[in-house]
């Protein structure tokens, strides 16, 4: 959840770790702070975010050529300055920065009080600060072996960056279940929770694996596993443009992501289909497409937007390969005891491919003898290396903390699977897979058909409802996922509460809410279940509630019936979602805007979710 960033090389680490702490606020920003080692190591940090720590840092000296940084998503201890990393230990020999969770820190901080130690912060990650201080003064031995044997008495979670002011040519960084990137400069070297951070430095990257511990010099990179076995490191290349990182001429960067969909649907599928010759390809499924097609149910998991990404990977999969598919929590999943079949195939969903309680329910389907995919967006990452098999999205950088492409990438990865499967079972003849792919390669083209034409009625829309308290949204059948995800937007950017439901359930409890106070999404482009969802609208404003309907092109109807209707091209009822989501990430947007909120980094989320 945390930021990291740490730099070893000829240059001065300040203006490195400001910069990478910039790149990386979207994975936590309560607080931010820097250590850099020069003469002595100094210590700066500050609750808020990075632009605070520039002010209080201001024109203070601080000249060094080893430093580590940290922006925080707090987990133990509110969001202050006594709480911000770096932590250093009571006597000064470490100070590091961590991201995860010592799960049993309140018993090593008890046993280290009892040996006279004492704590400034409320934080896990000062006890083990000082634990391994503890250790290394006691044994009289290299920081190495002391950080070593400091977290074989850990239970949790960590992504570590460490200095030791006894050996400054050093930088450490040990990873079990957080994620690490290091990078390779020119005599320098660097670590972070995300290789954004040091695009602007090195495009060479080593992933660090679970378990392992990083020793890096300015000339020299050293890596060992957990048995203090040493190996070549496994140097990778990346492949994006710096540009993909910056908010260009948006006012944030979820509006930029939310107008680059048509773009990021169009390279999830570029490549993968074609029409001439008729053709649907997803290589990273080659191996396990036999599995795949045998399979007497798929599992599919995944948290937040992901499980609603799922639940229409459902909804397609049943619907065409005729497979059974259950759609999981990935955090209650990994927590209970699922029946899992001989023969069943687990599908994981993480935008970024590090998302704790997806990792941890991975580990468990494993353990059951599943066959483990995975559909991520970040090359490189833990889930692909924790999977034997799977597909990426290629959606690109996702930096704001709500997810809009990410989202319709998934979808999409998730559409082509179920075509795929549906081919190969000969479910689907020549032609309905001729008409899949043309109607998929059109997407693109409508979607940015809906952004050119329904922005500004939708920033009109958000002022009529900018100040309400609730919102419902209701959808049938596809349109269900699509409701539950508008809802997630509303509340994750503007704070305001919204529940999705499935259309036919608001007799069910819901339709009590309703009244003129009460706005009610409702989305409901031409489908199988049209005529029911023209009924519910006639329920809504038979108790006088106010309907925001979706439908599609020349809808007359709803027209009549709706307080307000947001158009979207027609498609392929499958496809539908592609396009309904669309306008409810932008009036979400506006919403959160009008009402004065962060978009870009909501209070109390962050972008990838490392910690239980």
Known sequence: MCGIIGY???????????????????????????????????????????????????SKPVPGHLGIGHTRWATHGEPEDKNAHPHRSMHGHFILVHNGIIENYNRLR???????????????????????????????????????????????????????????????????????????????????????????????????????????????????????????????????DIGDLEKGSFPHYMLKEIFEQPASIRDTFRGRISEKPLSLHLGGLFHVLPALMAAPRIIILGCGTSWHAGLIGEYLIEEFARIPVEVEYASEFRYRHPVIHAGDVIIAISQSGET?????????????????????????????????????????????????????????????????????????????????????????????????????????????????????????????????????KLKEISYIHAEGYPAAEMKHGPIALIDENMPVVVIAPRDDSYDKIVSNIREIKARKGKVIAIVNEKDTLIRELADHVLEIPSTLQALSPLLAVIPLQLLAYHIAVLRGCNVDQPRNLAKSVTVE
């Open 110 to 240: 008890e046993r280290l009080i009892a040996r006279g130690y004492r704590f400034q912060s409320d934080t896990d990650t000062e006890v083990l600060a000082n634990l391994i201080e503890y250790i290394y003064l006691k044994g009289n031995i290299p920081a190495e072996m002391a950080i070593r044997l400091a977290l074989k008495k850990v239970i949790g979670a960590y992504g570590l960056g460490i200095i030791c002011a006894d050996e400054p040519d050093k930088l450490f960084a040990v990873r079990k279940g957080s994620p690490l990137v290091l990078g390779l400069g020119e005599q320098a070297h660097f670590i972070a929770s995300d290789a954004p951070a040091i695009m602007d430095y090195t495009r060479k990257v080593v992933y660090l694996n679970e378990d392992e511990m990083a020793i890096l010099k300015s000339d020299n990179l050293t890596i060992q596993s957990g048995k203090n076995n040493f190996h070549k490191p496994v140097v990778n290349i990346i492949d994006q």
């Open 356 to 488: 704790a309680d997806t990792m941890a329910a991975i580990r468990k389907a494993k353990e059951a003898g599943s066959v483990v995919l995975g559909i991520c967006n970040v090359v490189g990452s833990s889930i692909p290396r924790e999977t034997v098999a799977g597909v990426y999205t290629h959606a690109g950088p996702e930096i704001g903390v709500a997810s809009t492409k990410a989202f319709t990438s998934q979808v999409t990865v998730l559409t082509m699977i179920a075509m795929l499967l549906a081919w190969k079972k000969g479910l689907l003849s020549r032609e309905q897979l001729h008409g899949f792919i043309h109607e998929l390669e059109m997407i693109p083209g409508k979607i940015q058909d809906i952004l050119e034409h329904n922005h500004k009625s939708i920033r009109d829309l958000a002022d009529k409802y900018k100040d309400v308290n609730n919102f419902l949204y209701l959808g049938r059948g596809y349109f269900f996922p699509v409701a539950l995800e508008g809802a997630l």
């Open 8 to 58: 070893i090389g000829p240059d001065e680490a300040y203006p490195i770790l400001i910069n990478g702490l910039k790149r990386l606020e979207y994975r936590g920003y309560d607080s931010a702070g820097v250590a850099v080692a020069g003469d002595k190591v100094r210590v700066f940090k500050q609750k808020g975010k990075v632009n605070d720590l520039e002010v209080y840092v201001g």
